[in-house]
T-cell receptor, first 109, second 115 residues
Framework: KNQVEQSPQSLIILEGKNCTLQ??????????LRWYKQDTGRGPVSLTI?????NTKSNGRYTATLDADTKQSSLHITASQLSDSASYIC????????FGTGTRLTVIP | EAEVAQSPRYKITEKSQAVAFWCDPI?????LYWYRQILGQGPELLVQ????????DSQLPKDRFSAERLKGVDSTLKIQPAELGDSAMYLC?????????????FGPGTRLTVL
C-alpha cells in the first residue's frame, strides 16, 4: 500500500475557480511535507514545504495546510489560471522521499 | 537561475538495445539522484550519489542498470539491455547535501520509449 495517497486522481475546473487537492499519508512522524507541481513532460517543481509542526504555508495563489492529527494535507489553489494545468504531487520526507501518485488538474477556459 | 540539465529529452529504442542518459546537476550540489517515473505514478528512487560515491542503490535493477558519477559532478545512467517495461520518464535531481531539509531540484527528465 502506498504510504502517500492523493485524491482526486484527476480534476477539471473552470478558469478563475478555486480547488482543493488532498493528500493522506501514513509516514509519521516526518521531517517535512512538500507539494510539487509537475508540468507535462517536465520535472517536478517545489511549491510549498512544511515541517511536522507547521499547519499552513502559502506561495502566491497556492496554500498548503497540514493536520498532523489526521495525517492529512491539502493544497488549495485560488483563482485558477490555465497555466495551473499540471500534476500536483504530495511528497513526505523521512530519510527518503515518499511520493504520492499525484492529482492531474486541468483548467479550462 | 541554475537548473539541472538532462539529455536527451526523448529517446526511442528497441528492446535489447543499450541506452544512456546524462545529467548535469546544479553547480555546487553534492547530492545527485536518479528517479524513474512511470506514467501516472510518482517518481521512485533508483540511485543516490553523494559526490562520486553511491549512497543508496537498493532499488536499482543492477542486472541491467548502472550509474556513475566519476568526478562527482555530472552523472550517467545506463540501461543494457533495455526491456519494454523500462519505458518511463527518467528524472535527475540534485541537492546541496543529504538530509531531509535539503530541497531536491529536478531536471526536465528523459522520456524513454522501448519498442
Amino acid at each position: 500500500k502506498n504510504q502517500v495517497e492523493q485524491s482526486p486522481q484527476s480534476l477539471i475546473i473552470l478558469e478563475g475557480k478555486n480547488c482543493t487537492l488532498q493528500c493522506n499519508y501514513t509516514v509519521s512522524p516526518f521531517s517535512n511535507l512538500r507539494w510539487y507541481k509537475q508540468d507535462t513532460g517536465r520535472g517536478p517543481v517545489s511549491l510549498t514545504i512544511m515541517t511536522f509542526s507547521e499547519n499552513t504555508k502559502s506561495n502566491g495563489r497556492y496554500t498548503a495546510t497540514l493536520d498532523a492529527d489526521t495525517k492529512q494535507s491539502s493544497l488549495h489553489i485560488t483563482a485558477s489560471q490555465l497555466s495551473d494545468s499540471a500534476s500536483y504531487i504530495c511528497v513526505v520526507t523521512i530519510n527518503n522521499l515518499f511520493f504520492g501518485t499525484g492529482t492531474r488538474l486541468t483548467v479550462i477556459p | 537561475e541554475a537548473e539541472v540539465a538532462q539529455s536527451p529529452r526523448y529517446k526511442i529504442t528497441e528492446k535489447s538495445q543499450a541506452v544512456a542518459f546524462w545529467c548535469d546537476p546544479i553547480s555546487g550540489h553534492a547530492t545527485l539522484y536518479w528517479y524513474r517515473q512511470i506514467l501516472g505514478q510518482g517518481p521512485e528512487l533508483l540511485v543516490q550519489f553523494q559526490d562520486e560515491s553511491v549512497v543508496d542503490d537498493s532499488q536499482l535493477p543492477k542486472d541491467r542498470f548502472s550509474a556513475e558519477r566519476l568526478k562527482g559532478v555530472d552523472s550517467t545512467l545506463k540501461i543494457q539491455p533495455a526491456e519494454l517495461g523500462d519505458s518511463a520518464m527518467y528524472l535527475c535531481a540534485s541537492s546541496r547535501g543529504q538530509g531531509d531539509y535539503n530541497e531536491q531540484f529536478f531536471g526536465p527528465g528523459t522520456r524513454l520509449t522501448v519498442l
